[in-house]
């Protein structure tokens, strides 16, 4: 079949080049001329891995075009953003402006599936916009008679750094309007999945989807509020973690300075705000996630300010390991807040950043390397668990004051057991 794939992000692009791979004709579609430049000259606008080598293969066999218009498809896939706006309420305008755009080539046997994370519901709401705009068609679940396009809800469920490994690998969930609809999408699914593809409804696909980051955000609360419980108590929280992990049935997550990304800390409100009643676990969850990120400043600035001479790093900005990926980051927040208290005493060690974000300049703040940080700073703050942190041996971090919210050193003397060069512990 010929492709659409509509909004060319870190979903839409590696999806549309491993379809272009499989051997489908895709037109990948985006509202940034730029984006749609960087592509058809074989060129990645993110980053991630391999993708720049497929992209570049795809478009050079003319498997590939991208274009600001969408052009007639057979099959259209609509991953766009899904933002909310102050009161958690989940903002569709992407997702309905899509199917706007879509609307005016649809064509009898066409199938239609939206990928974007969505509250429950938004799948029919999708279909009756373009019921609406397409009068002359015949929409599933809305008449007996047998559609003429078809439309289902199929998430991704990619972890950023193994996105192109895991859209094919991962299972996937495939929810149509109708079952028609759904077997209509598993057929092209077929096409490029290799983990199971599981049929289902719209409604049970959306929610499915908010259910997997809520389960996620739950567990990770959890080991947040273990970590400040253990703070009060002066516990090592990695320690009591590791005890009961060896239980056959407890299997706790890691703590750390808060949670980032664009999915954990969003999707939760899609339940939180179809159901406020019934959800107090998934709200609360999400409040002590967020109150871990405040937890980490007011720690780190009491240790910094305890020693007014020493020179600090933060360790990470990226809102997880191994990624170069600063948006909705609690590090990038806590090294910010630090630098713009403590200024050019602060230092940030990022490998995966050229230069430091915006709301660094005028701080004093500066990027250094981590040699530099290990010779030249007293205090250490571990944001994110880098690979290239974690090796760094105890003999080059021995005498220093360490915070670290990750996890990554348990063999560095805790704080408050020797106060290493007369430096105040908190
Ligand atoms: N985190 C912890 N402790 C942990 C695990 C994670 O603090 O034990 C933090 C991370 O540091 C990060 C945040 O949580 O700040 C989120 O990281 P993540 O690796 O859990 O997830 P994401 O946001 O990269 O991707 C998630 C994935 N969802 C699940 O694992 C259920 C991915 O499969 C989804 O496709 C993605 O959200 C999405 O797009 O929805």
């Not at 571990?382 to 670290?404: I, M, N, S, T």
């Amino acid at each position: 079949p010929d492709v659409a794939v509509i909004g060319l992000g870190y979903i839409g692009l590696p999806t549309a080049a491993i379809v272009a791979r499989a051997g489908c004709r895709v037109n990948g579609v985006d509202v940034s001329q730029k984006v749609v430049d960087t592509i058809n000259r074989g060129e990645i606008h993110i980053e991630e891995v391999d993708l720049d080598g497929l992209v570049q293969g795809v478009v050079a066999r003319g498997l590939l075009t991208a274009s600001t218009e969408v052009q007639p498809a057979d099959v259209f896939i609509i991953a766009v953003p899904t933002p909310f706006d102050e009161d958690h309420a989940p903002d569709l305008t992407y997702v309905l402006n899509a199917g706007r755009s879509i609307a005016p080539v649809l064509k009898q046997g066409d199938v239609v599936i939206l990928e974007s994370t969505s509250p429950v519901g938004t799948t029919e709401q999708l279909r009756d916009m373009l019921a609406s705009e397409r009068p002359d068609l015949k929409f599933p679940g809305l008449t007996n008679e047998t559609p003429d396009v078809s439309v289902s809800y199929c998430p991704e469920r990619v972890l950023p750094g193994k996105i192109l490994e895991e859209l094919a690998g991962n299972d996937r969930s495939i929810g149509g309007i109708t079952p028609r609809c759904a077997r209509k999408a598993l057929a092209f699914y077929k096409l490029f999945v290799r983990g199971t593809c599981v049929t289902t409804d719209s409604r049970s696909a959306e929610m499915t989807k908010l259910v997997e980051n809520a389960y996620r955000d739950v567990n990770i609360a959890f080991a947040n509020e273990l970590s400040i419980i253990s703070d009060r108590l002066g516990l090592d929280v990695w320690e009591v973690i590791r005890l009961a992990n060896r239980h056959p049935r407890v299997n706790i997550l890691q703590p750390g300075p808060g949670v980032g990304g664009h999915c954990i800390a969003v999707d939760p409100w899609f339940i939180v705000h179809s159901a406020p009643e019934e959800s107090p676990l998934i709200r609360t969850a999400r409040g002590v996630n967020d109150c871990k990120i405040h937890h980490v400043i007011a720690r780190a600035d009491e240790l910094v300010s305890a020693n007014p001479g020493a020179k600090v790093a933060c360790l990470g900005l990226a809102f997880k390991a191994n990624i170069d990926d600063f948006r909705e980051s609690p590090a990038r927040l806590v090294a910010a807040t630090l630098a713009r208290r403590y200024g050019e005493r602060v230092s940030v060690v990022e490998p995966y950043a050229a230069e430091l974000p915006r709301e660094f300049e005028g701080t004093g703040a500066h990027l250094i390397d981590i040699d530099t940080a290990l010779e030249d700073c007293d205090l250490l703050i571990v944001l994110v668990d880098h690979d290239v942190f974690r090796v760094v041996p105890l003999a080059e971090r021995a005498g220093k004051v360490v915070y670290d919210t990750r996890g990554i050193w348990p063999d560095q003397p805790k704080l408050g057991e020797a106060a290493p060069h007369g430096l105040r512990l908190a």
